[in-house]
């Protein structure tokens, strides 16, 4: 018996899907926009320029390859350089009973980021607005710095805001 001759599945797919299908790719490639706000690969670190009332200083590192963001980091530390998300007594004074624990809004955040990929649509969780917003204003930085190819810390002014039931 002659073996068989495989099937070639384009013969199948009509011309005028295919068009659209690349013209679709076209329009939602990075490399199609224009390069002025391109990201450029590598690390980049936006921080707060001051600690805050609680002592805590937040930054947000990222790491952009291929023009996207890749990963994300969001923690805070004070001034002996402990990190708040491995401070258990702290976590433990300000979480609320019944809510979440406070390391989750850092990494909730971080993981929308790295979804939506523009600061501007990370939508807030409930119970973590001041979280929200300080890590909006840190993202933003970190990628200016990142359109810049610029390696230094992005240092920002954060605002002392104050949400009664918010982390």
Known sequence: MKPRKPINMLYFIPAWLILASLSCLTLVTPGCESQEGALKDGYYTAA???FNADGWKDYLTI????GSIVTAEYNAYNATGLLR??????????RKPGSQSPNHYPRQYCSFLVAV??????????????????FVALA??????????KNA??????????????I
């Open 48 to 50: 707060a320029s001051d």
């Open 63 to 66: 790491y952009v390859k291929n």
């Open 85 to 94: 998300s491995w401070d258990t007594d702290y976590l433990k004074s300000i």
């Open 117 to 134: 990929q523009n600061p501007s649509r990370v939508q807030t969780i409930d119970g973590g607005r001041k979280t929200h917003e300080i």
């Open 140 to 149: 933003k930085a970190a990628l200016d710095y990142s359109r810049l190819g």
């Open 153 to 166: 810390i992005a240092e920002v002014s954060l605002p002392e805001t104050s949400y009664p039931d918010d």
